[in-house]
Each structure stands twice: as C-alpha cells, then as structure tokens.
C-alpha cells in the first residue's frame, strides 16, 4: 500500500521557519522524482520544489528561492522541506508528490499525500 503522509504544518509568524517531513512507503522511493506543491484557497496547485532520483539536483520555483531547500534521506524514505523566511503568501496547504519516470521523461506512476497546512501571519 502506498503511503505519503506529510507533516510539520501548522502556524506561525511571517519571517519564522517550519520544516516539513513526508516519510513514505509502498513503492521503491529511491527511483522517484520528489516534489513539494502548494495549494492555497481559490488557486491552482504549484510546483514548490524538486530534488530529482538520481544525482538529487533541486529545482525550485523563483518565489522560494533562497528561502526554501528541498532535501531527500533514501534510506528514511522521506523528502524534507525546510522553509526560512516565511511569508504570508507562503500560506498553503503543502503536499508531497512522487514521480517515476520513464526513459524519455513521461511520468509512469504518481503518488501524492493528503497535505498538510502551513499559515503565515503577517
């Protein structure tokens, strides 16, 4: 059975930090691309961060960048966000994603978490 279960979420202060944790298990998560997204109300789903299988290289999208690191621990089975600096446009819920691809680069299985709130206070 696959699992993704975020957590880390909560509340706090604009400029405060919050890590956030998604340990899995289910599938062999070493040959997956991990992402964070984030959801805020009457938005569209965005693409956080990506720390990729192989090599680990990272990708972020540019509001986060310098403030947030995505980080992956295989043998835990788990994929970290740590987030500095928060703003209260970071408000969101935050969801884990696993991809494995195909040789060409399409996606053959995808797997998300049920989220977890984070709310930044101005």
């Known amino acids: 059975q696959v699992q993704l279960v975020e957590s880390g979420g909560g509340l706090v202060q604009s400029g405060g930090s919050l890590r956030l944790s998604c340990p899995t298990s289910g599938f062999t998560f070493s040959l997956y691309d991990v992402s964070w997204y984030r959801q805020a109300p009457g938005k569209e789903r965005e693409l956080v961060a990506t720390?990729?299988?192989?090599?680990?290289?990272?990708n972020y999208t540019d509001s986060v960048k310098g403030r947030f690191t995505i980080s992956r621990d295989n043998a835990k089975r788990t994929v970290y966000l740590q987030m500095n600096s928060l703003k209260p446009e970071d408000t969101a819920v935050y969801y884990c994603?696993?991809?494995?691809?195909?040789?060409?680069?399409?996606?053959?299985?995808?797997?998300w978490g049920q989220g977890t709130q984070v709310t930044v206070s101005s």
């Open positions: 720390i990729a299988s192989r090599g680990g290289s990272t």
């Open positions: 994603n696993a991809d494995r691809r195909g040789l060409r680069g399409g996606v053959l299985y995808s797997y």
